[in-house]
Nanobody, 132 residues
Framework: QVQLVQSGGGLVQPGGSLRLSCAAS????????VGWVRRAPGKQREGVSC????????YYADFVKGRFTISRDNAENTVYLQMNSLEPEDTAVYHC?????????????????????????WGQGTLVTVSS
């Protein structure tokens, strides 16, 4: 059984940093394309970032470029999202997601658009609150 277990959310002041973790069990994450998706209160889900399984290419939504970094540690079977220079607008529930086949590409609807709901595996979500 595949499980993605997230940790690392919480309350942080504007300008601060957090690192989210997404640990997998039941699968090897290096077989998967992975991504992070968020949903802010009262807003639609939006893709944040993704990383390809073969090439390791990474892509980011414009609103997090230069501030967030996605990475993976295959030995730990974990994907991370390092979030720096956090802004109140980043307040949301963040989910990691993984998919065997749907590729991570620039502006991919699978990770950055409405089609993200079809991604195979999802973490439970973790709340990030950016507030002073």
């Amino acid at each position: 059984q595949v499980q993605l277990v997230q940790s690392g959310g919480g309350l942080v002041q504007p300008g601060g940093s957090l690192r989210l973790s997404c640990a997998a069990s039941g699968v090897s994450l290096d077989d998967y394309n992975v991504g992070w998706v968020r949903r802010a209160p009262g807003k639609q889900r939006e893709g944040v970032s993704c990383m390809g399984k073969r090439d390791g290419n990474t892509y980011y939504a414009d609103f997090v470029k230069g501030r967030f970094t996605i990475s993976r540690d295959n030995a730990e079977n974990t994907v991370y999202l390092q979030m720096n220079s956090l802004e109140p607008e980043d307040t949301a529930v963040y989910h990691c997601a993984a998919d065997l086949l749907r590729p991570c590409l620039h502006d991919s609807n699978w990770y950055f658009g409405a089609e993200s709901r079809y991604l195979e595996e999802w973490g439970q979500g973790t709340l990030v609150t950016v507030s002073s």
